[in-house]
């Protein structure tokens, strides 16, 4: 995950472009999820569903996962200005409606 100077959410997984969330969050405090199944990728924020994307590719298991920014072969970039609260990682390909249990149970 990370949100760019211009206020949207992003992820990258996989060999999958790059997908944007569709509100921007700059100034708020915000609930972003992220779940896939290895042919889609479901992007949340604030109770909302940002963007829905086909995956093409896996997750690597060669370089850490980034929160708060980019991965770049490995190395971290275009960090996230703001503060990460809590994390939460799961095994499931979640909906909307789950989300939204989740982040209320935060």
């Known amino acids: 995950f990370s949100r760019q100077t211009d206020g949207f959410l992003r992820v990258g997984l996989g060999a999958t472009a790059v997908i944007s969330g569709v509100t921007d969050l700059r100034g708020t405090e915000a609930v972003v999820g992220v779940s896939f199944d290895g042919s889609t990728v479901r992007l949340f924020a ?53 989300f939204n249990k989740i982040a209320a149970a935060l």
């Open 46 to 98: 604030n109770g909302q569903a940002e963007n829905t994307a086909a995956q093409s590719g896996t997750p690597t298991t060669s370089v850490p996962f980034r929160l708060g920014a980019t991965n770049s072969d490995g190395v971290a970039a275009n960090f996230f200005a703001g503060s990460i609260k809590n994390i939460v990682a799961g095994r499931e390909f979640i909906d909307l409606a789950t």
